[in-house]
């Protein structure tokens, strides 16, 4: 089975413009998650979709941030503008719905914001 | 809330010497307890997990972390590495119930050298 994948695998943007990152998780599997690295720190959760709902979205820095999940598959993150600080590397993951659902991540996206 | 601490940010190692990355956890209710690797230009890979039962959990490759409620730590150790095992590791903690997002530790880089 295909695991997570992410596109692009790098980004490289000026401060103010806009980029939308994307995540494919594993077929069949209802939770979604978007987690981010900044370089040197902790990864931290974004927020959690089940299916095409956010099941909690407290790890949203601010409103510059857009996730979005229509029809369930697919999740695109847009940061809009961007600024300096959300350099980092944005991870996706994904599980199966039950009593103990493993994420499965991907290989990450590298956001260089310049 | 939940928090993961890591103190060391890097051990290096030599070949087929023993090693133990630390890892303590902070919550005020009880956690299910993770190690992820992430090897050079790969996505995070799940090591060993504690869920419930032994507190002694063990992953394939001969790493192992011990699950100490009173100490409130999860040290992983494996008794001989390998040039192979060179990668960041990463703690983590969730809830067992409710939320399901992971709060991750700032990671550990295993430097094992010839």
């Known amino acids: 089975e295909a695991g997570v994948t992410q596109f692009p695998s790098h980004s490289v943007i000026e401060k103010g413009q806009t980029v939308t990152l994307r995540c494919d998780p594993i077929?069949?599997?209802?939770?979604l998650y978007w987690y981010r690295r900044v370089m040197g720190k902790e990864i931290k959760f974004l927020l959690h979709?089940?299916?095409?709902?956010?099941?909690?979205e407290s790890g949203m820095p601010n409103n510059r941030f857009l996730a979005e999940r229509t029809g369930g598959t697919y999740s695109t993150l847009k940061v809009q503008p961007a600024e300096l600080e959300d350099s980092g590397v944005y991870f996706c993951?994904?599980?199966?719905?039950?009593?103990?659902?493993?994420?499965?991540f991907g290989p990450g996206t590298r956001l260089t914001v310049l | 809330a939940q928090s993961v601490t890591q103190l060391d940010s890097q051990v290096p190692v030599f070949e087929e010497a023993p090693v133990e990355l630390r890892c303590n956890y902070s919550?005020?209710?009880?956690?299910?307890l993770f190690w992820y690797v992430q090897y050079p230009n790969q996505g995070l890979q799940l090591l060993l997990k504690?869920?419930?039962?032994?507190?002694l959990v063990e992953s394939i490759n001969g790493f192992e972390a011990e699950f100490n409620k009173s100490q409130t730590s999860f040290h992983l150790r494996k008794p001989s590495v390998h040039i192979s095992d060179t990668a960041e590791y990463f703690c983590?903690?969730?809830?067992?119930?409710?939320?399901?997002?992971?709060?991750f530790g700032t990671g550990t880089r295993l430097l094992v050298s010839p």
């Open positions: 993951a994904s599980g199966r719905t039950g009593f103990y659902n493993e994420q499965f």
């Open positions: 504690y869920l419930s039962g032994s507190t």
């Open positions: 983590a903690v969730r809830e067992n119930t409710g939320f399901q997002k992971l709060v």
């Open positions: 979709f089940v299916k095409e709902s956010k099941q909690d």
């Open positions: 077929s069949g599997h209802d939770n």
């Open positions: 919550s005020s209710v009880s956690v299910y």
